[in-house]
């Protein structure tokens, strides 16, 4: 990874729409930030009556069960699917030998399974890359036939019916087991488990150089264990032929990107096949993997069995089904960090060994914002034999683990606050606060300490000068350690996100965005209209969404990547920029000795801004642009709808561009742990977390509240669990997979920061997923402090307590 490469403005500019540097405001902010803005999907979620993918019902439809695999490796010999074939109610059933879906690829005939590997380096894509293969590379894989039936019962009955002669083969569990050189390959044809990844290495600086100059040497040893996202929604996908023209409902993240594969995987014109995107229930990330059989795997499925049944087909996934794909921070890493005496890091070197696929490899978050001038992370991905993985809420989850761990290590070692040592190293690229500010200034943003002013406001609410003691020795009334910890990291992501999308004036002065996208809970379209709104001058109660409605030309960036809103923002800024040009310009009809210049529009009315008493309403110059004919005497003017796209934003893209993250978060956590039962409990987490500007402040909370108890589930009792001895996925249930409990749930405090330093429309910055991300590791050093001995080793269960403290 090279030097940051700082572009000129004026390089950057877009189409003059966007002041020199920060992106400070040209409104009057009247809804952006404004609290207490009715929701869109408000009403028809608390009600009960919003639709899911799942809920789509149409005449005559088909359901389909797949096949899946008992074995974590295993090869079929030979299967007969005639007892299957001869239930009453089935109606069709689709064989790995059948022509249409032999040899079949995740990516279809374009380039093959090779190409997509290509595309997501780091992900072993290889167990998983032929849909309905003959052999298994994890139990519970789609494997064998697949079978539409009358009811979902009949469809199961079915799969059960199907005799299959297996051969069970070698299969490993352990990604460093996996590479050692006795393991065996998985793959036939290559020579190790070692998955190909050009992030292997990374190196900055003088790694030698950095230990030499340390006071102090730190060393060891962190483990994260599997956990899956098990959204509330549960994979399906309904897909119907008319003629030659496809109709899809998918359970999705990224709706448009399943169409483009689906062209390339069945040959299918794109202009053939009509994506709808109804709410989706919960995502988090994992329903945009390119690699996952419950997305693009069962869309080929559905759409080949509806063809060959000549009717509608909704696959569909039950929950045992869905426990399938991990997240992508299955790792062990090994760490070793010179520091001196004053906190300041002079290197780390690491080592993580991730199974199946590596999020990210870990040093990323080191360069981004700290000052640290030496770096080395070799990242090793292992194939094993599990399902293929994926970012479950955040790709950074690698990233955000190592600094966490990092940096309690050293504060540690050293005795220090460890407040003080984040504060020590904060920078970019190895560069001071003093470059940062140098950065700030020169382009036009606030000269503001963002982990200062957060650190400060976390410390505020959580006590921290009063309760922050050295590990092992806090001791409650009832008896319990306590314990309290910190952490801390950039906020991402701002501008790294493409969309497209246009806002449309009605003919009676409502207004329409227009753009497919999919809904996963977090309120994104009452928050464009919150942008449009000031944006156009339009009420916001005025202003719509339309993104269920089929394809449209436009797509919004898909709800991943903690980007969306800040792309999107722009997009639609923009859109209803060039939409109230379009308005203005007509409204010279009415105002005919003034210039654009000297109108605004404001409460449903154009108006002239040195008299704002000579005012006319938007709907008498909206109806203007009514498509008739002037036989009949209406006037018909250009329809009032600007569109716009967006590209990495204005800044460019971070690893292209080198745009600095300006703003920070800060964590903090307490806990009580019970010494005899090694019962651990978080009481109380703070989050202050600098967005930049939070358009919608409900919707900041509502992602810090989620993330909060999203990461006190992972890091307390998430874990997939396999067999060892026969590979079997032993948890396949919300019973045994243990989700925490809204009594699970600590005392959450949200503080909300706003310098406006993100590089995103009106200086914010994402907020999505950083606390859910951030939040699990903190227990480890929470926990440290209670007892006074590490325990690195996540999930963190009462057992690992007990055996940490000697009494196992």
Known sequence: MGSLKIRPY???????????????????????????????????????????????????????????????????????TSKAESLPG??????????????????????????????????????????????????????????AAESEEIAKEAIRLIHVEWEQLPFILDQEEALKPEAPVLLPGTESNKVEDFRELFEHGDIEKGFKEADKIIEFTARRNAHLWAGAEMPSVLARWTEN?????????????????????LDIPMNQITMYSPYQGCSFGERC????????????????????????????????????????????????????????????????????????????????????????????????????????????????????????????ALGLDPTLVALKNDGCESHDMDWLLKYKKEHGFPERDSLDECIEAGKKVIDWDNKWHPPGEGRLPDGKLHGIAFTWDHQWDDVRGTASAAVWMENDGTVSIVAQHADVGVNPWTTYCQVVSDELGVPVEDITIKPFDGD?????????????????????????????ATLLDLALNFFEDLTVEELDVKDRHVFEKKNPENKKPIKDIAIMSMPMHNAVGIWTEPPIVGWAWQQHGIWGDAMETGRPRLCRQAHFMEVAVDPETGEVVVTKVVNA??????????????????????????????????????GVLLNRNLLDYKIATIDDCPEAH???????????????????????????????????????????????????VLKALGKL
């Not at 500019?13 to 929701?39: L, S, W």
């Not at 906190?343 to 360069?367: R, S, W, Y």
């Not at 991943?560 to 997009?571: E, I, P, Q, R, T």
Request: charged share 25%; proline share 5%; glycine share 8%.
């Open 689 to 726: 977390n600098d967005v930049g500007k939070a358009i919608s402040p409900e919707t900041v909370e509502g992602q810090m509240y989620g993330g909060t108890y999203m990461g006190v589930s992972r890091a307390l009792t998430e874990e997939m669990v396999w067999d060892p001895e026969t």
């Open 90 to 147: 089935v109606r069709a059933v689709m064989r790995y030998d059948d022509p249409e879906i032999k040899g079949r690829t995740l990516n279809g005939s374009v380039g093959g399974p090779d190409r997509l590997a290509g595309e997501f380096s780091g992900f072993a894509l290889k167990p998983e890359s032929v849909i309905l293969a003959e052999e298994a590379w994890f139990e519970g894989q789609a494997v064998g036939a697949a079978v």
């Open 289 to 412: 993997n390119p690699a996952d059989f419950s997305i693009n795997g069962m869309n080929t499925i559905a759409v080949l069995m509806a063809k060959k049944a000549e009717r509608p087909v909704k696959l569909l996934f039950d929950r045992a089904e869905k426990f399938y794909g991990e997240s992508g921070d299955m790792m062990v890493g090994y760490f070793k960090v010179g520091a001196k005496k004053d906190g300041t890091i002079t290197a780390v070197d690491m080592k993580n060994i991730f199974a199946v696929f590596q999020c990210t490899p870990g040093a990323e978050h080191l360069l981004e914002n700290t000052r640290i001038p030496n770096l080395k992370c070799q990242a090793i991905t292992a194939d094993v034999s599990k399902a293929p993985a994926w970012w479950d809420r955040c790709e950074q989850l690698p990233n955000a683990f190592c600094l966490t761990m990092i940096f309690d290590h050293v504060a540690e």
């Open 245 to 265: 023209r496809l109709e899809l409902w998918v359970h999705v993240q990224q709706p448009y990107s399943v169409k483009l594969l689906l062209s390339e995987q």
């Open 552 to 580: 449209h030309i436009f797509s919004l960036m898909s709800p991943d990547g903690s980007c969306n809103l800040c792309s999107n923002a722009y997009v639609v800024r923009k859109a209803a920029r060039k939409a109230k």
């Open 10 to 80: 004026e390089d950057l500019k877009d189409d003059g729409m966007f002041t020199v540097g920060a992106d400070q405001p040209e409104i009057e902010y009247r809804q952006i930030g404004k609290r207490g803005v009715r929701r869109i999907d408000g009403y028809a979620k608390a009600s009960g009556k919003a639709v899911y993918t799942r809920d789509v019902q149409i005449p005559g439809m088909l359901y389909a069960k797949v096949m899946r695999s008992p074995y974590a490796h295993a090869r079929i010999l030979h299967m007969d």
């Open 750 to 800: 949200t503080v909300i920061l706003e310098t406006e330093m993100g590089h995103g429309p009106y200086g914010t910055t994402g907020v999505g997923e950083d606390i859910a991300t951030m939040i699990p590791a903190l227990l480890g050093p929470a926990v440290y402090n209670a007892i006074g001995v590490r325990v690195d080793d996540f999930p963190i269960t009462p057992q690992k």
